[in-house]
C-alpha cells in the first residue's frame, strides 16, 4: 500500500493537535522500504516530517522507537527525531516530529580532521548510554556469545536460499567461527549508522570544521557489537578520515574498545547485502532479492580478484563501498559512487561531504490547490543544475577483512525543470538568480575570467602541473556537489543553509560570517 502525500498530510494533521497543514512535499517510495515518508509545513511555517509504516514489523518497531527518543534527547548533545504524536494506520501507528536541522553526510567524503573526529566521539556518546535507557524503552539485548550465533543463524538462513557464492560463506564462517574475535562487552548502538542518519551543519566553506547537529533513524537500535556501528565508515571512508574517528571514539568511550573491533565492523559491511537477501527473501519481493544476488556476485568477484593481486597491490587499492544494495535496505537513497578525478565539488568544501539523494522525487503539494487527480500523481521537484559524483582516492586498507563492492558512475546528469510545478513556499530572499555568480559556488565552478598571458619565458616560469582531475593548482577538487533539488544554500554573508530532507529542517542557523571576522 502506498499513501499519496495528501493522506500522510492528514495524518500529521491528525496525530498532533494545532499542525495546520499548507503544504505537503512526498518521497518516492522504492521496493524494501519499510516506511513512507512526507514533510508537511504548517500555516504557522513549521516544517514536519510524518513516517507511516509499510507493515506490521516496522510499526511495531517505529513505536518502540518513539518512547526511546524521547530518552535519548536527554541524554545525547546531538538532536534525535522525538515523536509529537502518532495516528492510526493499518499497519499500526504513523509518527510526526519536527523537522531537524543539518545536513545528510557522505562518508566517502569525509575529510580527515574536527568532522570526523566528531562523528567519533557522537559514536561514543551513543555506546557509553546506560543500559538501563534501551532496556527500558524494550530495545533487543545480545551478549558477544549469543550475537556471533545469531550472526551464524543469519549466514544459514542465507546459504538456504542459494543466492549466495560458496567462497562468501566459506570466508565468513571461518571468521564468525574465529571465538577469540568476539570477545567484546556489548554496549548501546544505533544499528544503521549511515551517513545518510547523521546531519550535519557547517560554518563555513571548510568541510572539516563542521558540527554533527542530528542522528536519525534508531529503528534497529539495540545492545549488542559496537562494532556494527563502523560498518559504513569502514567501508566508506578514507584511511586517514576513519583513524581520526577511531582516535576520537576510544578518547571518549568509558571503557577501551577491543582490539578486533574494526575487523568485526568490516565483516558487518561485507554482511550488508545478506541481510537485505533475508529481508527480501522473507517479503518476496523478487527485484530486492534479485538486486541483493547481484550485489553478493560483485562482491564475490572483487574479493577473489583482490586474493590475486599481490600483497602491495591490495594495499594501495583504493576500498569501496556498500553499493546500492546497502541503502536500498536501509529504506534511504542510494550512496553515490564514486568517479573519475575532477567530477565533483571543491575538496574540502561542505558540498563534497554532504551527501545528496539522486534518485528520489520530492512532491510538493499545495494543500489548498491539490485535486483528488492530482494527488494520486507523482510530480518531479526537480531543479536544473549539474549532479556530480565524487572521487574517492588514497584510502588505505587497514583491516585485514576485505568490504563489500560498490559500483561506479561517472556520469553527470542535468534535471529539467517539471511543468506545471507549484512551490510549497515562497523562495528565500537573497537566493541567486540564473545567470549571476553564486558566491557559495566552488571557485573552480564559477565562469573563469580571461587572463592575459604571462610574458614569462618558457625557462623560467614552466606550466604549473594540474592538479588531479583537471582543477587548477592548489585547488584540490574531489568531491560530491549537493543536488539543487535536496539543497539550498543562503548566500555567503547569509545566516544558515536550508536544506529539504528527511528529518532535517529547512533552516540552520550558523554564526554570520561578518561577527567571525569581525572577532578575527
Sequence with gaps: MT??????????????????????????????????????????????????????????????????????????????????????VPEGRAAVYPHLAGLPLD????????????????????????????????RPVYDAESHRRRQLSELDRAAGTGHVPTSLLTRWEQVIEDVSLWRFAPTPVHGSFTGAHVLASFDDDDASAGHVRAVLAWEESRIGDPADDFSE??????????????????????????????????????????????????????RLLDAAADELRRLDE??????????????????????????????????????????????????????????????????????EAESEAEVAAEVPGPRRVITHHGATQLLPV??????????????????GRQPARPQPAGEQSAGEPDPQRPAAQQPAAEQPPAEQPAAEQP???????????????????????????ADEDGDGLLDLHEGASDFVPVEPRQARRAAD
Design 3 to 88: 499513501r499519496s502525500p495528501l493522506v500522510l498530510a492528514a495524518l500529521a494533521s491528525a496525530a498532533v493537535p494545532g499542525l495546520d497543514p499548507v503544504s505537503v512535499e512526498g518521497v518516492r517510495v522504492h521496493e524494501g522500504d519499510l516506511y513512507e515518508l512526507a514533510h508537511v509545513q504548517d500555516s504557522q511555517d513549521r516544517r514536519w516530517v510524518v513516517r507511516a509504516p509499510r507493515t506490521q514489523a516496522a510499526g511495531a518497531m517505529l513505536e518502540d522507537v518513539a518512547s526511546l527518543n524521547s530518552l535519548l534527547d536527554r541524554r545525547l548533545d546531538v538532536a534525535v527525531p522525538v515523536v509529537r504524536g502518532l495516528a492510526v
Design 107 to 138: 562518508f566517502a567524503a569525509l575529510p580527515p580532521g574536527d568532522l570526523a573526529a566528531e562523528v567519533g566521539r557522537v559514536l561514543a556518546h551513543i555506546h557509553n548510554i546506560e543500559h538501563v535507557l534501551f532496556d527500558e524503552a524494550g
Design 233 to 286: 565508515l569502514s567501508a566508506l571512508a578514507s584511511g586517514e578520515a576513519l583513524a581520526d574517528v577511531l582516535e576520537a571514539y576510544t578518547q571518549s568511550r568509558v571503557e577501551p574498545p577491543d582490539p578486533h573491533l574494526a575487523r568485526r565492523a568490516r565483516l558487518a559491511a561485507e554482511l550488508t547485502p545478506v541481510r537485505m537477501l533475508l529481508r527480501a527473501h522473507a517479503s518476496g519481493e523478487r
Design 302 to 371: 572483487r574479493l577473489s580478484s583482490e586474493a590475486e593481486q599481490p600483497p602491495a597491490a591490495r594495499s594501495s587499492a583504493p576500498e569501496s563501498g556498500h553499493g546500492a544494495a546497502a541503502e536500498d535496505c536501509q529504506g534511504v537513497p542510494e550512496a553515490t559512487a564514486a568517479s573519475t578525478p575532477g567530477s565533483g565539488a571543491a575538496s574540502g568544501s561542505p558540498a563534497a561531504v554532504a551527501t545528496t539523494f539522486p534518485d528520489r522525487e520530492e512532491d510538493k503539494t499545495p494543500i489548498e490547490a491539490a485535486s
Design 402 to 419: 576485505g568490504g563489500p563492492s560498490g559500483e561506479a558512475s561517472g556520469d553527470e546528469a542535468t534535471d529539467e525543470p517539471a511543468s
Design 463 to 489: 606550466p604549473a602541473e594540474p592538479a588531479p582531475g583537471g582543477q587548477p593548482p592548489g585547488e584540490r577538487r574531489a568531491g560530491l556537489s549537493v543536488a539543487p533539488e535536496v539543497t539550498e544554500r
